[in-house]
T-cell receptor, first 112, second 117 residues
Framework: SQTIHQWPATLVQPVGSPLSLECTVEGTSNPNLYWYRQAAGRGLQLLFY??????ISSEVPQNLSASRPQDRQFILSSKKLLLSDSGFYLC???????????FGDGTRLSIL | AQKITQTQPGMFVQEKEAVTLDCTYDTSDPSYGLFWYKQPSSGEMIFLIYQGSYDQQNATEGRYSLNFQKARKSANLVISASQLGDSAMYFC??????????????FGKGTLLTVNP
């Protein structure tokens, strides 16, 4: 069966510091991968998606970037965090664009 | 563009009763998929049920069923025999499936369901 791992679970970072959140999927190959952000009490906003290694599409301009160095690895990064980057970040995978997306447990990011 | 509207910020239901969570949508895509997710207080998003726009029958998954009314553009989630563990935030989402669609899932703002003993 397929599993998705996302870490860390919680993170507290100072403004201006770098960020790296990692997501890996097991039990499948060439998945579609997604990064979402959820503001408090709100629905999810798609940040990035990837249909293959090195292929990244950005949905909204922002202070973040994503990379997919391996087939089942998806990384969310920032060089300098802003206060507005605080939130709950979720990674998800799907077999293809017609299939349901399955989410990791999320990372709660607090910027001080 | 796609839009999901969940008009119920919060709902209460007694244990063992059924509850309907409302979802209406708007899209210009001729083919699309509708999803429901559950988010407990721990934060993870749990996929519950899927309905394709061309599916002839309403989707069912255990105690979950989707009341799909295409002409009304509604995709309500029905939870039968509510359990205390059903207390969570519920999100309706959709994605276009036509060739020009991107991969974006559009989410509603959610409904917080509380199951009372």
């Amino acid at each position: 069966s397929q599993t998705i791992h996302q870490w860390p679970a919680t993170l507290v970072q100072p403004v201006g510091s770098p960020l790296s959140l990692e997501c890996t999927v097991e039990g499948t190959s060439n998945p579609n991968l997604y990064w979402y952000r959820q503001a408090a009490g709100r629905g999810l906003q798609l940040l990035f998606y990837s249909v293959g290694i090195g292929q990244i599409s950005s949905e909204v301009p922002q202070n973040l970037s994503a990379s997919r160095p391996q087939d089942r690895q998806f990384i969310l990064s920032s060089k300098k965090l802003l206060l507005s980057d605080s939130g709950f970040y979720l990674c998800a995978w799907a077999r293809d664009k017609t299939q349901p997306q399955h989410f990791g447990d999320g990372t709660r990011l607090s910027i001080l | 563009a796609q839009k999901i509207t969940q008009t119920q910020p919060g709902m209460f239901v007694q244990e063992k009763e059924a509850v309907t969570l409302d979802c209406t949508y708007d899209t210009s895509d001729p083919s699309y998929g509708l999803f429901w997710y559950k988010q407990p207080s721990s934060g993870e998003m749990i996929f519950l049920i899927y309905q394709g726009s061309y599916d002839q029958q309403n989707a069912t998954e255990g105690r979950y069923s989707l009341n799909f009314q295409k002409a009304r553009k509604s995709a309500n989630l029905v939870i039968s025999a509510s359990q205390l563990g059903d207390s969570a935030m519920y999100f309706c989402a959709m994605r276009g499936l036509s060739g020009g669609s991107n991969y974006k899932l559009t989410f509603g703002k959610g409904t917080l369901l509380t199951v009372n003993p």
